[in-house]
């Protein structure tokens, strides 16, 4: 149980990784207008970091994302779905902090020009990946894979991280599931990939469940006990009976 005691609302928050493993937050939108429950404004989101880096110090460069787990505390940041107020809001806001993040992009967007104004292309994830910043794949299309047969599933796993692969190259691309629904059809995530998905995955060493990895996030709302909830997290890391 949490040491403190969260408004009901947030309870879906409040556990974060697995004892020893990074916590990973991740977040779909920084933007000054929108509403959604990991949307922040640009001052939110820089409020937030702060407060999550000065419990946990500088956040894990996604280079190292392939390597053991590290030995104290860290926090991964990753945005879901490429959308483009990342860069105009978000991007300026990691560079303050000297933070590399990884975005998962949902492939088939990032060429469409139907999807130009909304969504980031493939030159500008590659100049974030230029910087520093890893680039995931979210599927192709972004539909729920649980509701897809096997095939449907292995096309948009499989799509979406190849086109990362074959359009900007480096170590083989991390996944994250839509709407953190992990695939049904077994063999369909690549057996040496990373996959993460979101509250609603169970917080496990990423040794024994590489492709359901837990993120968690800053419950939109709730500012005021995001010092509290980031202690909390922080206890987390090395308290046995969590997980």
Known sequence: ??????????????????????????FHHVHPELDHYTSLTPRAFAEGLATVFDLYGPPLDPAALDGPPPGEPTVLITFDDGHRD?????????????????????TGRAGDP?????????????????????IGAHTTTHRKLPELTAAEQAAEIGGSLGEVAERLGGPAPPLAYPYGLPPTASGVVPSGSLAFGTVKAAPLPWATAPHLIRRTCLPVGHERHWPSLCRE??????????G
């Open 1 to 26: 149980m949490p040491a403190t005691t969260f408004p009901q609302e947030m309870s879906f928050a409040v556990t974060g990784s697995a004892p020893g493993w990074p916590l990973v937050l991740y």
């Open 86 to 106: 990342t860069l105009e809001h978000a991007v300026p806001v990691l560079d303050r902090y000297g933070a590399r993040a990884v975005f998962f992009a949902i």
């Open 114 to 134: 139907a999807h130009r104004d909304a969504a980031l292309t493939w030159p500008e994830l590659a100049a974030l990946g230029a910087a520093g910043h890893r």
């Open 233 to 242: 997290w922080r206890d987390q890391w090395s308290r046995p009976s969590h």
